[in-house]
């Protein structure tokens, strides 16, 4: 199956506008590798896209446990990221509200998600 769908197209589930969407695996962090209870990481289905607030909506990547589910878990706004951490295969967001690493199946997919997001 296709893990990666590129850029700009209207979301079927919230008709939002998405740069990008696909599986990408979430890495746990510090506490949850402390944490025997959560000791593995998570493959969620990101998406680049645009998230409505009360006045105005702005980019975020957002994950989802599913590509079917239309809420998502957690997100991180594109416009609060300070920082990018990239290695062969992952990369670290770094944020005021959260750090979030993210690991990708290939070094061309990682590439994707870091141009997307840093042409936006």
Same mark, same amino acid.
């Given at each position: 199956?296709? !893990? %990666? ?5 209207? !979301?079927?589930?919230? =008709?939002?506008?998405? @740069? %990008?969407?696909?599986? %990408?695996? &979430? ?7 402390? =944490? ?5 990481? =998570?493959?969620?289905?990101? &998406?680049?896209?645009?998230? &409505?607030? =009360?006045?105005? +909506? ?5 994950? *989802? @446990? !599913?590509?079917? #589910? @239309? ?8 416009? #609060?990221? !300070? ?6 295969? +992952? *990369?670290?967001?770094? +944020? ?13 997919? %990682? ?10």
């Amino acid at each position: 199956f296709a !893990s %990666l769908l590129l850029y700009l197209h209207r !979301s079927a589930m919230s =008709n939002e506008l998405c @740069k %990008l969407e696909g599986w %990408l695996i &979430k890495k746990k962090g510090d506490y949850h590798k402390k =944490n025997k209870f959560f000791h593995h990481d =998570n493959m969620r289905w990101f &998406k680049l896209q645009e998230v &409505k607030g =009360n006045d105005h +909506s702005e980019l975020a990547l957002c994950y *989802f @446990k !599913s590509q079917r #589910d @239309k809420e998502p878990r957690g997100w991180i706004y594109v416009k #609060d990221v !300070s920082e990018i951490v990239d290695t062969e295969t +992952s *990369f670290t967001l770094v +944020s005021p509200a959260r750090t979030m690493t993210i690991e990708a199946t290939t070094p061309v997919e %990682l590439t994707t998600w870091l141009r997307a997001m840093v042409e936006s």
